[in-house]
């Protein structure tokens, strides 16, 4: 089976920097993805790791240990427009994506 | 047109009503997927194709729910003797490929919102 799990809330200030952490459990991984949702739209792709290490992208950065079965979503420069829900989500060798609860960032002024 | 389209936007049905939620990919993605979400979670797997057939059903919560995609395009979630418990927001999104690698993101569309009353 998979599983992912994902803090509920964190809070951060603006212009700050912030990690939001993923653990998951798969049978067979083939990827993982980071999303962003804003409250009441789609999830929008952010990132994407397939092999260890990091991923940079702007302001925004990922990471992954496979030994681990560990990822975070590292933001910059944090802005108001950050504010957030982050959905970290694995792929598994058969091509199902399955997503975490999501962590829903504030960013305070 | 340019992303994934999902039809209707907001359906409100009654109690035991049959409902159908429609989908159009992004062209030349062959890989669709279904999810739903309820507020404060994250989107919850029902179903995926790759091309016409349904590479993982895994997620459906039970024999009320079926989709089909018959062309490899267009599909449509069918929900039966629809329940309160099915209120939700139906996801769908679509990729170029769901074998892996970078490309295989997926784009989701609006969602359909169903309320069953």
């Known amino acids: 089976g998979q599983n992912i799990d994902q803090p509920t809330e964190m809070t951060a200030t603006e212009g700050a920097i912030v990690q939001i952490n993923c653990t998951y459990q798969t049978s067979g991984f083939n990827g993982l993805f980071w999303y962003q949702q804003h409250a009441g739209e789609a999830p929008t792709f952010l990132s994407y790791?397939?092999?260890?290490g990091l991923e940079e992208k702007g302001r925004f950065s990922s990471f992954l240990s496979r030994s681990k079965g560990y990822s975070y979503l590292l933001l910059k420069e944090l802005q108001m427009k950050d504010s957030a829900s982050y959905l970290c989500a694995v792929r598994d060798l058969g091509g199902k994506i399955i997503f975490g609860k999501g962590t829903r960032l504030h960013i305070l002024p | 047109g340019a992303g994934v389209s999902q039809t209707p936007s907001n359906k409100v049905t009654e109690k035991g009503k049959y409902v159908e939620l429609r989908c159009d990919p992004i062209?030349?993605?062959?890989?669709l997927y279904w999810y739903r979400q309820s507020l404060g979670q994250g989107p919850e797997f029902l179903i995926y194709?790759?091309?016409?057939?349904?590479?993982?059903d895994s997620g459906l919560p039970n024999d009320r729910f079926f989709a089909v995609r018959p062309e490899g395009s267009v599909s449509t979630l069918k929900i039966q003797r629809t329940e309160r418990g099915d209120s939700a927001v139906y996801l769908c999104?679509?990729?170029?490929?769901?074998?892996?690698?970078?490309?295989?993101?997926?784009?989701f569309g609006e969602g359909s919102r169903l309320t069953v009353l």
């Open positions: 194709f790759q091309g016409t057939g349904a590479a993982d």
């Open positions: 790791n397939v092999l260890d």
């Open positions: 999104a679509s990729s170029l490929s769901a074998s892996g690698g970078p490309g295989g993101e997926l784009f």
């Open positions: 062209s030349g993605h062959t890989a």
